[in-house]
């Protein structure tokens, strides 16, 4: 079954209802036990990266996940935040992340770009898929809605699956084996995201 990792930050709710309009079983998870027969992980995530590293060590389930996930070689699939969490660490903040992928989360840097853009980025953007991975059977180009002033810049350049343009070219999706991420918001990007959920369901685990 799909957990959705509840540490008290995301839309948890819109989650399962993607899922249930799939027809794919989900639940939310608030402690440790409840992760051992997962065969999906979502993390999500929204607000800054220390109070994320802060709330998923809290919840007392980050050391039931890692093992999930390095160990067991479940897909997980990191949300906005909850994909910078992903990296190791922050320019955001001081805490050490996860260290799944290896990167750094950066500000959004506007201030040589010949027009103003506003921060945070919010709203839909194209994307240009570099790998298809979670992107299978989504048309070219497609649009994703975005909440953020970070983006996760990769040490390895392939581990970049898909990438935006707001002033210059930036990562907003991440791949290394069993483990993805997103900085958009699938579950707010109406059949977009709906499919890339569906996709990430569909990934098997060795």
């Not at 990191?78 to 290896?102: A, P, W």
């Not at 999706?173 to 993805?180: E, H, Q, T």
Request: net charge neutral.
């Amino acid at each position: 079954m799909i957990k959705i990792i509840d540490y008290g930050l995301g839309n948890i709710q819109a989650f399962l209802n993607a899922y249930n309009s799939l027809g794919i079983q989900a639940e939310s998870v608030k402690v440790p036990d409840n992760l051992k027969d997962a065969s999906h992980l979502i993390l999500p995530g929204v607000g800054s990266f220390d109070q994320a590293m802060s709330m998923l060590n809290a919840s007392g389930m980050r050391e039931e996940i890692s093992n999930l996930v390095l160990n067991k070689s479940i897909p997980i699939l990191g949300v906005c935040v909850g994909m910078q969490i992903l990296g190791n660490h922050s320019e955001e903040g001081v805490t050490k992340g996860l260290g799944f992928i290896e990167g750094a989360i950066k500000k959004i840097n506007l201030n040589n770009q010949k027009y103003r853009y506003p921060l945070p980025h919010m709203g839909w953007n194209d994307i240009f898929i570099k790998k298809n991975t979670i992107f299978n059977g989504l048309e070219v180009n497609p649009k994703f809605y975005f909440l953020h002033s970070y983006y996760f810049e990769c040490d390895n350049n392939l581990s970049e699956i898909a990438s935006f343009s707001y002033g210059s070219d930036m990562t907003c999706a991440i791949n290394k084996k069993n483990i993805y991420g997103v900085q958009f918001h699938p579950e707010k990007s109406h059949h977009f995201g709906v499919k890339l959920l569906k996709n990430f369901s569909e990934i098997k685990h060795a």
